[in-house]
């Protein structure tokens, strides 16, 4: 009996003996397999020192630096059009021609009139000597004296008379000669040759805008002022346009403008820039984004925007070592602009952080670097 329980409590021991070896044996792999499993793929970065633009950024539409819509001073048919639609004009520059002939004539009868006048005057003059001769011995009445004197001053006021109507004709024919008031480009040309205008109908003939230089308008939260105000004492502030897809820079300026009181329908303060506007990158009524730059942020430490994690404690990044260990690091972000994420505190400039895949990491995961993210250019970062 005693031999039996022996031999059954030998075979219950080789069977836990048996069955610890196959355990084992089935578990390597996996352990093998987990500890192959802890290096995690992810994407690096190195964090780096640039200098970064403090701006604050609205919306805008580009206007003409001046547009004048012309008009005719003078009524007549158009006899001739000396531009093309779209054109670039010089100031002063032949635009339309009003038959001049009706004020030619015109000219030419006041013209003669003064010289019939003129003539008169002459007489009169010659009149008024000759009684002032004979007025001393008696001869002449003083009544006739004064009468003459008189003549001669309305002739002499009748040559007034005649050479304000010569300049008014003249005026008209000047008129008739429709002239650019401004330089810019012709839009298009709204009354053909062969039309009849009239002053009365105050309809325009062509619309001229000068965008060279231009302007553009945006407004930006009235809580930027003080910002805007204060660093614009300092020194003049630049103003960068972007097309609407916020990459595209169109051209640079300088704040003009900062408008005398905030709109209170909307909590905006309403500013102007100009622009050069060489080669016309701006067109007016297009839409843009306008950054005033307000500082430079020198040597700020940057990193990618997607590196930055958010957590309950604040933001943070993934710090790796030189054996590829992720160390979580608190950090202050400053700005996110323009892709870059600006860091006051908690990275220095030639730290490598994780940029992607980062949220399948803990404080010390061994990570495998499948991918170095490549640097962006200071004049992308700048932007």
């Given at each position: 009996m005693r031999l039996q329980q022996i031999a059954i409590i030998a075979a219950i021991g080789l069977s836990i003996v048996a069955g610890i070896l196959v355990w084992r044996h089935e578990t390597r792999p996996a352990i093998a397999k987990a500890q192959v499993q802890?290096?995690?793929?992810?994407?690096?970065?190195?964090?780096?020192?640039?200098?970064?633009?403090?701006?604050i950024e609205g919306l805008g539409t580009v206007q003409a630096f001046n547009m004048v819509t012309v008009k005719t001073q003078v009524n007549g048919?158009?006899?001739?059009?000396?531009?093309?639609?779209?054109?670039?004009?010089?100031?002063?520059?032949?635009?339309?021609?009003?038959?001049?002939?009706?004020?030619?004539?015109?000219?030419q009868q006041a013209q003669a009139t003064k010289e019939k006048d003129q003539a008169q005057l002459y007489s009169a003059q010659l009149d008024l000597e000759r009684d002032v001769k004979l007025l001393v011995p008696g001869f002449q009445t003083q009544q006739a004296y004064d009468q003459?004197?008189?003549?001669?001053?309305?002739?002499?006021?009748?040559?007034?008379?005649?050479?304000a109507q010569?300049?008014?004709?003249?005026l008209s024919l000047d008129f008739s000669l429709i002239r650019s008031p401004i330089e810019g480009r012709t839009g298009q040309r709204i009354v053909d040759?062969?039309?009849?205008?009239?002053?009365?109908?105050?309809a325009g003939l062509v619309t001229i805008t000068q965008v060279r230089p231009i302007f553009v308008s945006f407004s930006v939260p009235a809580e930027q002022l003080d910002a805007i105000r204060r660093n614009q004492a300092q020194h003049p502030l630049e103003v960068v346009v972007f097309a609407m897809d916020d990459k595209t820079e169109l051209t640079s300026g300088e704040l003009t403008l900062i408008d005398n009181q905030v709109d209170v329908a909307t909590g905006t303060i309403h500013l102007k820039a100009q622009f050069n506007n060489t080669g016309e990158p701006l067109w007016p009524g297009e839409f843009v984004n306008a950054r005033i730059v307000l500082s430079t942020r020198q040597n700020a430490v940057t990193v990618s925007a997607e590196t930055v994690m958010q957590g309950p404690t604040g933001s943070y990044v993934y710090l790796l070592n030189q054996d590829n260990i992720a160390t979580r690091r608190n950090v202050n972000v400053v700005a996110t602009q323009q892709g870059l994420a600006v860091i006051s505190q908690g990275l220095a400039a030639g730290n490598r952080v994780v940029v992607e895949g980062q949220y399948r990491?803990?404080?010390?995961s061994k990570v495998k670097i499948s991918e170095q993210q490549p640097t962006k250019s200071g004049e992308q970062a700048a932007q």
């Open positions: 802890q290096e995690i793929p992810v994407t690096a970065g190195i964090a780096e020192a640039r200098n970064v633009p403090v701006y048919q158009i006899t001739k059009v000396f531009f093309k639609e779209g054109q670039e004009v010089k100031a002063s520059q032949p635009l339309f021609q009003i038959d001049p002939r009706s004020f030619e004539a015109a000219l003459q004197h008189a003549t001669v001053g309305q002739l002499q006021a009748a040559l007034k008379a005649d050479q010569i300049d008014n004709a003249q040759v062969g039309n009849f205008v009239q002053t009365a109908q105050n990491l803990t404080d010390g």
